[in-house]
């Protein structure tokens, strides 16, 4: 489809002058005044338009045109209008410019002239669209400052919904990087308790030992060290939430305390006597498996399922379809602004390697290469090699690649352990000898180990 283009003459001749020039590369709508322009714009609406000022039935001033050009600019602020005025009329045009004309042309139009600001115009107007769009589907997908439009990201926006009204604990899952942290925020942001504290402690970056005066508080005396009484946070974030990061590594007798703080809403300071009442939300988030950790001991079951009453899972990045395309897009709009770089933008290099890459570190490696990719880039776009992302045969290497793998790893084993004797090494791999044979074939694997050639097994 050709890009649209409207031409506002009165003169007649001139209209089918450039249509004929322009045809070939545009889709030409013509109008002759004021009203005939609006009504096509209208309809039509073109990337650009091209504007006598002086139209019927005030030839001589630029009245019509100037009414023209602000009525088209309320219907698309995108619009770009390039002003034709005769000669000696320039104040004229300067002053459409300002009105917000896009450009202007004095006639008589050269078309090689006009034909290359139309197309810079029409560049322009496409970088615009192309722009507004990604902005609004960074809108449409944002939820408290999580990105994503994927369908499983939309699933997990529409379960904080729902838990965020409630009090009970929360579960999120997900590995490293991949938000756990905001998902935990967003549900306390979203509830009745965000006016209320909103308090995060990471279990597994404080020593075993400070961690129980660190929850609960402590009393003055209570041990060395504890000059003055202090509350704990879970006394802190009282009428708001609790954020109990990295959950998996609280030690067993801890797990006790804990489990009897979201049992009965109580808590007792270290060396205190007396119970504190609270009212504190607790949101947990964890990247290490549970029930693992319950079957080896190392987590309690009944305190598992306290905290799970609700659990929200977070899908590594490279399950979100199309999300890191557009998180990658945020990220480095964020950066270029902060480092003076704006305008920067994704080479189409880095959008497929982007796209192909694994993501281990999910949106944490994705933010962190984009900023330090900007802060490198030399140029106006950023390239594959900007992000050096690390090359990743093992990731994409197809199920056929891994499958031969394999393959040849237990073939070549088993043949070694039996000195290259096909019946044993059949037995040992579970399969048959003329199997055996194929896969040798199909793998180019020699026997190994074998010297003699009339081996005995055969
Ligand atoms: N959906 C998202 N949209 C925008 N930014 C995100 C999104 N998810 C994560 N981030 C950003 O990625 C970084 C990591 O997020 P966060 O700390 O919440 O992850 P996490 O799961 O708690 O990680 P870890 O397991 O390493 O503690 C943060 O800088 C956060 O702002
Ligand atoms: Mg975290």
Known sequence: MKPKLLIVDDDEEIRTQMRWGLEAEYEVFLAGDRVAALQGFKEQRPQVTLLDLGLPPALTGPEQGMAALSEMLSMDSLAKVIIISGQGEKTNSLQAVGAGAYDFLTKPIQLEELKIILKRAFHVAGLERDYRELQARVHAGTFEGLLGTSARMQQ??????????????VLVLGESGTGKEMVALAIHRRGARKDGPFVAINCSAIPETLLESELF??????????????????????????????????????????????????????????????????????????KKAIIEGRFREDLYYRLAVVVVALPPLREREGDVGLL???????????????????????????????????????????????????????????????????????????????????????????????????????????????????????????????????
């Open 156 to 169: 997990v926006f529409s379960s904080i919904r729902k838990v965020a009204t409630t009090d009970a604990p």
């Open 217 to 290: 508080g402590h009393e003055k005396g209570a041990f060395t060290g504890a000059h003055a009484q202090r509350k704990g946070r879970i006394e802190s974030a009282s009428g708001g939430t609790l954020f109990l990061d990295e959950i998996g590594e609280i030690p067993l007798q801890i797990q006790v305390k804990l489990l009897r703080f979201l049992q009965e809403q109580r808590i007792e300071r270290v060396g205190g006597r007396q119970e504190i009442q609270v009212d504190t939300r607790v949101v947990a988030a964890t990247n290490v498996d549970l």
């Open 328 to 458: 990658a897009q945020e990220f480095l709009r964020r950066n270029a602004v902060a480092s003076g770089k704006e305008g920067l933008t994704l080479g189409t290099d880095a959008v497929r390697a982007i796209n192909a890459y694994g993501w281990p570190g999910n949106v944490r490696e994705l933010e962190n290469r984009v900023k330090r990719a900007v802060i490198m880039a030399e140029r106006k776009r950023l390239t594959a090699e900007d992000l050096e992302l690390p090359s990743e045969a093992q990731e994409t290497r197809t199920l056929k690649e891994a499958r031969e793998s394999i393959e040849r790893e237990m073939v070549e084993k088993a043949l070694r352990k039996h000195a290259g004797r096909i019946a044993p090494a059949a037995i040992e791999l579970g399969i048959s000898r003329p199997t055996l044979y194929e896969l040798m074939e199909k793998l180019s694997i020699t026997k190994l180990g074998r010297t003699d050639p009339g081996d005995p097994a055969l």
